[in-house]
């Protein structure tokens, strides 16, 4: 009975709305008998991704707060519909502004390793945002979506390491480090792109550790969908 059940529920609640909604919008819908196929496996995708996101909270957060109590307070006025508290739009603030830094540090990073090599990044981005406003709109919802999945991640990560490494400063050490290695992996200069990486995960996880969950889900939000539009 330590976990946050009705947070989850709620969580749980609101990200099946969002996740309905963006299917509603993305999709093309025709007056047939498929139409009842893709309700139904919308539904899927939905019921799955909820579930997932939900236990992951639920394991999470007792852990979470005995570790780093201040970096749920925010998260908790806002999954509790205190969306216009002081604190909650302070850390969507500080997300924000760290979630433009660790992109800039990205895309100087692509920049950088594309000047060297002469090899031209991959851009593999959904074309969501030339299709008109339904689909422009669905690919901010999606994105919104997998941010939160993103930043209970990292959150994830961080409690893992601490606990293993008994280190603060160690795990968010190792975090980003690991996930550099993971991200540069795919890149055509991974040796000159894995210092940028590592710089960017450095600020997600402080951010995770220092300041809290909702500042790491505007900061994931904003890193994400800055490059897509």
Known sequence: DRADRKGAMRLAVVLMWLTGTASLLDEHHVPSIWQLYLVVMDLGWVLLGVGLLAAFYLTLEPYARRIWPWALISWSRAISGAWRDPLVGRDVLIGLVLGSLATAILLSGTLVGARATGLFPNIDFPPAMLMGPRHA???????????????????????????????????????????????????????????????????????????????????????NALPTF
């Open 137 to 223: 709109i669905a690919a901010l919802i999606s994105t919104l979506i997998w941010s939160t999945f993103f930043a209970l991640f990292y959150l994830l990560a961080l409690v893992g390491l601490r606990k293993v490494l008994r280190r603060e400063w160690l795990a968010i050490a190792a975090g980003s480090l690991i996930l550099g290695l993971m991200n540069s992996i795919a890149t055509p200069a991974q040796l000159m792109l894995l210092p940028f990486w590592i710089a960017s995960n450095v600020v997600m996880f402080l951010m995770v550790a220092r300041v809290g969950l909702v500042a790491s889900v505007a900061a994931i939000f904003l890193s």
